[in-house]
C-alpha cells in the first residue's frame, strides 16, 4: 500500500493513528514533532505517499513543517490533524498544500476513511 509518516506529539494519539493505518496494509513512520518530521522527509526525499500530521506541536508545529516541506516537494500529499478551531484555520491559509483537516478527536474508521481519500 502507502508509505506514510505520522507526525504527532501525542503518543496515545500517534499509536492509534499508526496501529489503524497499518491494519489497512500501509508502511508507518513515526515523528514526535515538525522538526522531526522534516528531518524524516528530507532524508526520505519527499518519497511519503502521504504526511499525516498535528498542528500544535512544540518546537516545530505541523503547519511551519508543513510549509518547509512543500517548497522542497511540492508534489507531496499533506494531512493536518487537531482538536483546536484557531488551529483549523490557520491551515486554511495553507489551500494547495493541504489535503485535509481532520479534527480530533477521531475514531479508527475515521482516520482510515480519510487518508484513503487523500490517497486516491
Known sequence: ?????????DESV????????ERDGHMVTIATDGAQGLELIQRAAGGY?????DIRMPEMDGIEM?????????????MLMTGYADQRERAEELNG????????????????????????
Open 14 to 21: 500517534r499509536t492509534l493513528a499508526a496501529r489503524a493505518l
Open 49 to 53: 505517499d502521504l504526511v499525516v500530521s
Open 97 to 120: 498544500i493541504i489535503r485535509d483537516v481532520v479534527q480530533k478527536p477521531f475514531t479508527l474508521a475515521e482516520i482510515r476513511a480519510r487518508v484513503g481519500r487523500v490517497l486516491n
Open 66 to 78: 508543513a510549509t518547509a516541506a512543500a517548497r522542497q516537494f511540492p508534489m507531496m500529499k499533506i
Open 1 to 9: 500500500m502507502a508509505k506514510l509518516l505520522i507526525v504527532e506529539d
